[in-house]
């Protein structure tokens, strides 16, 4: 049977911690978010710490995810893809691998990235638009519809709710650190393999295959 890997979008394939965190900025006005510091001690938290560092209180969460997504739209085309991706992506398609996208981005956002890039055809569905919460729910339908064992199924992200997200579908992870949460906190959640390059990516998905 076939394996199929999952994909996280942002953190993971592309690079958009930058532009989040001046989307972030300008919707809140936070001085932490221009404190590279900060910064660097809020990768250390979960996306719910963080807010609640950053003083941001829930009942704003929705508003305040709406309008980043409006305008990250808006800023696309300053997303790039993180370099070693286009390549590992197309050899894994090539290498009868199955390829989906699970992200809280909008479907149409993803679309135009991998379009720009010359990547859409390597991925047989992207499911977007998923809430905060909600990824584990997605993982286990998309194993339903497509008649997928656990064992055959591989989730990639960088956040910790990428790793417990594939606890709760039972299917190993692997969480890259190049994205938007620290090595050390990643470890903390306990992903099957941890990747801190795209040559480490390549090596867990070798092994993975092979088990």
Known sequence: MNKTIIFDFDGTIVDSFN??????????????????????????M??????HELNVP????????????????????????????????QDLANSDFKLYIVSSNSKKNISKIL???NLSQYFESIYGGIGLLG???????????KHLQQKNVLYIGDEVRDIDASNKAKIKSIAVTWGYMSKDLLVEHQPWMLAENVEQLKKAILIWQNS
Do not use: C, H
């Open 58 to 89: 829930r009942r704003s969460w929705p508003i305040l995810l709406f309008k980043g997504k409006k305008i990250m739209t808006d800023r696309l085309l300053e997303i790039q893809i993180f370099p070693g991706l286009i390549n590992l992506i």
């Open 115 to 117: 379009d720009k890039n």
């Open 19 to 44: 532009l989040a965190l001046d989307i972030a900025y300008q919707l809140t006005k936070n001085p932490s978010l221009t404190d590279p510091i900060k910064v660097n001690q809020l990768r250390t």
């Open 135 to 145: 990824k584990s729910k997605i993982l286990r339908i998309i194993m339903k519809q």
């Open 46 to 51: 979960s996306l719910f710490k963080a807010a």
